[in-house]
């Protein structure tokens, strides 16, 4: 029996591979198809089946397309219908895995549909759960992503307590608890940075496990839940729909453009300019009107977070080599409308004597010693907890994720100090800006992480918005 976890950082997403006496199945795959196809070739085994545990909205899976590649019979549980061949389980139904046996287990209230997977070794012992977004460690799933659904929040919520307590919780402790995200993910409010434990130990330490009404649990699990990012629903309905596959997304996404091409492509397909590579390395000379968005960091979740047109045709500068894995780290989350990137990187765009821009970056000593003053615009763009945790006396936040509301506050004429936790956010922030109009942008390098090493007033505990 083998069972592995194969863990995605930049999404905090676990897909897992099964496999025994020959015969595979995967659960909650990616998008790309090759990892899943390639581990089964290494054990000599055929991929039987692609289990899902709901219809994703944090990501796009990769089901229709392996199964195509397969053969492999795609299962979802009770009550759902898909826009392509899937089979949906009965509750309790049990599927064969060599000397393995999957058994569904109906768990809605993350969605109607969710579904978790009980594992049975060899001998028919309960091994472990695929939880999905069912219950995670430390937390369990947001209520408020159902698809079309005719139930509110608090019904899928009063769901979600009967699933827990009726057909997880009286498992043995000793069962695994694989799930489908990890810290990072917004598919739960305080998701730990551990990927699995027993579900014991869960019993002992989740807050949704503990002894508690119905009602105390409906409170507890939606009470503080931030907005859901946009592409959430647009990628749920591709899963539920089926969505074309990487190799037809290829086609197009990884032409090479000469830096007059790419000028003209980029102006007559209104395309969004994405430049992909390291922020202080962006800073240093990009093209006009590009924005940031490092693929070194949580990529993907912040595109989705600040591109709202999902359709929106985008061209792309990498760093040479990394534009087939730009093109799949953008597919992942639904953004298919990649037209190609700049052949040569920005080196090409520069020795064909193109306009450059640049964004000013300064440390935190030079902002303490030569800037600051109590009148300053300064944009603390990190997440409220952060900010809430300390931040410079008496600046407001305004979170990344909500910057396509709070721009429109400020003034393009002013100058704007922008700082995050270490600087890859910040650079996201201060190209947007720029891109739209904003020339006074300044970058404080290193974030608040150099900031708090030095002696300018600081605020703990005090929310100001602004």
């Known amino acids: 029996m083998k069972v592995e976890q194969i863990y995605?950082?930049?999404?905090?997403?676990a897909a897992y591979y099964i496999e025994s006496k020959g015969e595979a199945a995967i659960i909650d795959p990616l998008r790309e198809t090759a990892p899943y196809i390639k581990r089964?070739?290494?054990?000599?085994?055929?991929?039987?089946?692609?289990?899902?545990?709901?219809?994703?909205?944090?990501?796009?899976?990769?089901?229709?397309?392996?199964?195509?590649?397969?053969?492999?019979?795609?299962?979802?549980?009770?009550?759902?219908?898909?826009?392509?061949?899937?089979?949906?389980?009965?509750?309790?139904?049990?599927?064969k895995i060599g000397d393995l046996t999957i058994r569904t287990l109906h768990t809605p209230g993350h969605t109607p549909e969710s579904t978790?997977?009980?594992?049975?070794?060899?001998?028919?012992?309960?091994?472990?759960?695929?939880?999905?977004?069912?219950?995670f460690i430390g937390d369990v799933g947001r209520p408020d992503l159902a698809i079309k659904s005719n139930v509110t929040v608090n019904d899928l919520a009063g769901m979600m307590y009967d699933s827990l307590r009726n057909k997880i919780m009286p498992l043995p402790d000793h069962v695994i608890v694989y799930p489908a995200h990890g810290a990072g993910s917004a598919c739960g409010k305080n998701l730990s940075k551990e990927t699995f434990?027993?579900?014991?130990?869960?019993?002992?330490?989740?807050?949704?496990?503990?002894?508690?009404?119905?009602?105390?649990?409906?409170?507890?699990?939606?009470?503080?839940?931030?907005?859901?990012?946009?592409?959430?629903?647009?990628?749920?309905?591709?899963?539920?729909?089926?969505?074309?596959?990487?190799?037809?997304?290829?086609?197009?996404?990884?032409?090479?453009?000469?830096?007059?091409?790419?000028?003209?492509?980029a102006?007559?397909?209104?395309?969004?300019?994405?430049?992909?590579?390291?922020?202080q390395v962006f800073a240093k000379g990009f093209i006009p009107g590009s924005i940031n968005i490092g693929l070194d960091g949580q990529f993907a979740p912040w595109v989705g977070a600040l591109i709202t047109n999902i359709e929106q045709p985008i061209m792309l500068v990498c760093d040479e080599g990394r534009e087939e894995e730009t093109v799949m780290r953008l597919a992942r989350v639904g953004y298919d409308n990649t037209l190609g990137h700049l052949e040569g990187g920005i080196a090409a765009w520069e020795s064909a004597g193109k306009p450059v821009d640049h964004i000013e970056s300064?440390?935190?000593?030079?902002?303490?010693?030569?800037?600051?003053?109590k009148d300053l615009s300064v944009l603390d763009i990190?997440?409220?907890?952060?900010?809430?945790?300390?931040?410079?006396?008496?600046i407001p936040n305004k979170p990344l994720d909500y910057l396509n509301d709070w721009i429109g506050q400020l003034k393009p004429q002013d100058t704007y100090?922008?700082?995050?936790?270490?600087?890859?956010r910040s650079m996201i922030a201060a190209s947007i800006l720029k891109a739209r109009g904003f020339d006074q942008v300044i970058d404080i390098a290193g974030g608040y992480g150099t900031i708090a090493k030095t002696d300018l007033p600081k605020e703990v505990g005090v929310n100001i918005h602004a």
């Not at 899902?52 to 990769?62: C, I, K, L, Q, Y």
């Not at 300064?362 to 003053?373: E, K, L, M, Q, R």
């Not at 990190?382 to 008496?394: D, I, M, V």
């Not at 100090?417 to 890859?424: I, L, Q, S």
């Open 8 to 13: 995605t950082g930049c999404l905090a997403e």
């Open 197 to 265: 434990d027993t579900l014991g130990h869960q019993k002992e330490v989740n807050y949704a496990l503990k002894p508690q009404t119905k009602e105390e649990f409906i409170k507890a699990i939606t009470d503080g839940l931030a907005p859901a990012p946009s592409y959430f629903p647009l990628n749920a309905m591709m899963n539920k729909q089926g969505a074309k596959g990487l190799d037809e997304i290829n086609k197009v996404a990884m032409k090479g453009f000469s830096p007059k091409e790419f000028e003209e492509a």
């Open 382 to 394: 990190r997440r409220p907890g952060e900010y809430e945790a300390s931040h410079l006396a008496g």
């Open 116 to 135: 978790t997977y009980l594992l049975l070794d060899e001998t028919g012992k309960e091994y472990c759960i695929f939880s999905g977004d069912t219950l």
């Open 417 to 424: 100090y922008v700082h995050c936790a270490g600087g890859y």
């Open 267 to 279: 102006l007559a397909s209104e395309s969004l300019i994405l430049d992909t590579r390291a922020p």
């Open 40 to 95: 089964a070739e290494k054990d000599n085994a055929k991929i039987k089946f692609v289990f899902e545990t709901h219809f994703h909205a944090d990501f796009v899976s990769g089901h229709v397309e392996l199964a195509q590649k397969t053969g492999a019979k795609i299962i979802y549980g009770p009550d759902a219908f898909c826009g392509f061949d899937c089979y949906s389980a009965k509750d309790g139904e049990e599927f």
């Open 362 to 373: 300064i440390s935190a000593t030079d902002f303490a010693d030569n800037h600051w003053n």
